[in-house]
């Protein structure tokens, strides 16, 4: 257990931890409200789609500039002003419910509010796990991180299912707006080190250039982040048409959404822990290809389900495995990165994680109107075991090209030369 939970006993990661488990359980509650307040009020697969399109295309567009920013501030100061404004869209959706005069457009507005301020805040929360933890310990704080992020996501749903049934989904937005308090607070406890970012008279736009080339030149890092795109494409958007299976498919309402939901989130919190034993990146190559592979043959399968014991088994196995592949693609990624290109690297990752999803989410919305949700999902099922094939048949080339990698920054900082690296230093001139 103490290995397990080993990168708690670095204070800072403490606070973070127990901050954002709070903060977590209570965005996952307005996420299970605000899902079930749009198809109350359109009974739309299309709404849903649009909603989560709205929530996550800011990410997509946006987060290459804010792995920039990342790169270049403080990032302590900005997650605590991204936490901040997140605030906001929690307190106009209770607002507005509590009065009776939510609409898709509000929610649509809000979505697309939180989801640019989750493009700077994501790489920012992925590059500071380094800030607050040592380098031997990152694995497991990335595993933890997920752990906290997925027990939110088991946690979270279930009492947004209780609580629509009873009082309605307004107090779930007032209650993720209080859980704000407790990031923020853990956020300003901490004691941190002076950090060197980057020069700041460099222009942004040199420094999203340095940081595109470097993605695109290291192959291990170009390949993980490919194949995120793919997952997030294909796979991601069959937790925006979870309404429709709970209400037209097993007809148990919100509270069955609620337990769909929930089944998926402890098999994602069931990977995560397991992830997180692990002391070593060794092996999560084939981890990741095995993982995509059962992916995708789950989604077959829970799109051809109609049992709700079945169904609730099938997710379980896909929230583990989709939890084990995107995990274990962050480890690597933040196991082979360049510090000073860490917040561009992770703004790569949450366009590709994150970002995808709303295209994802939007066609999946368009699809399941012609061919219904079952299929869509199965389609989605279908691409992850394409990619999976695909990126096992590469593996041998990719393991042979990031152990290098993994060798050099595995070093102390100062003994980290940059003309060891295959480019050149983030500011070289071309």
């Known amino acids: 257990m103490a290995s397990l939970f080993r990168a708690l006993r670095h204070r800072n990661f403490q606070l973070f931890f127990g901050g954002q488990l709070i903060s977590l359980i209570g965005t996952w509650m307005q996420n299970i409200a605000q899902a079930w307040l749009v198809y109350r009020l359109s009974h739309s697969a299309w709404q849903l789609g649009l909603i989560g399109f709205a929530g996550q295309i800011p990410i997509f567009l946006f987060a290459p500039i804010a792995g920039v920013v990342a790169d270049r501030v403080n990032r302590r100061h900005l997650i605590i002003a991204t936490q901040s404004l997140s605030i906001l869209p929690a307190v106009v959706l209770a607002v507005a419910t509590f009065s009776g005069h939510a609409s898709v457009a509000l929610i649509f507005a809000m979505a697309l509010f939180l989801g640019t301020v989750n493009a700077f805040d994501i790489p920012g929360r992925q590059s500071f796990l380094i800030e607050m933890v040592t380098r031997e310990d990152l694995m497991n704080a990335i595993a933890l991180n997920s752990s906290m992020f997925n027990g939110a996501r088991l946690v979270g749903p279930a009492i947004a299912g209780l609580l629509v049934a009873w009082v309605g989904e307004a107090w779930c937005f007032s209650l993720n707006a209080v859980s704000y308090l407790a990031v923020i607070a853990g956020l300003w406890a901490m004691r941190m080190p002076t950090q060197q970012r980057d020069d700041k008279r460099t222009s942004m736009v040199r420094h999203f250039r340095d940081g595109f080339r470097y993605v695109r030149e290291v192959g291990p890092i170009s390949a993980l982040l490919l194949l995120l ?193 295959p480019l050149p230093a983030p500011n070289a001139e071309n």
């Open 229 to 421: 795109g793919v997952v997030s494409l294909t796979t991601m958007p069959y937790t925006v048409l979870m309404p429709i299976f709970a209400d037209q498919i097993f007809h148990s309402g919100v509270r069955g959404m609620g337990t769909l939901m929930g089944f998926s989130g402890a098999g994602a919190l069931t990977g995560a822990l397991l992830l997180a034993a692990k002391r070593t990146v060794r092996g999560l190559g084939r981890v990741i290809a095995i993982s995509s592979l059962g992916v995708g043959s789950g989604l077959i399968g829970f799109g051809f389900s109609h049992r709700f014991s079945l169904s609730l088994a099938l997710l379980f196995a896909v929230g583990l495995l989709t939890m084990v592949e995107t995990a274990a693609c962050n480890t690597l990624l933040q196991t082979m990165v360049s510090d000073a290109f860490r917040g561009r690297v992770m703004s790569f990752y949450s366009m590709m994680f994150m970002g995808m999803a709303p295209i994802g989410s939007l066609g999946a919305g368009w699809i399941s109107h012609y061919i219904g949700a079952p299929h869509t999902v199965a389609l989605g099922g279908v691409f992850s075991l394409v990619a999976g094939v695909v990126f096992a048949l590469r593996l041998p080339q990719l393991r042979a090209a990031a152990r290098p990698l993994i060798d050099h920054f595995a070093l102390p900082v100062e003994m980290q030369a940059v003309e060891a690296l």
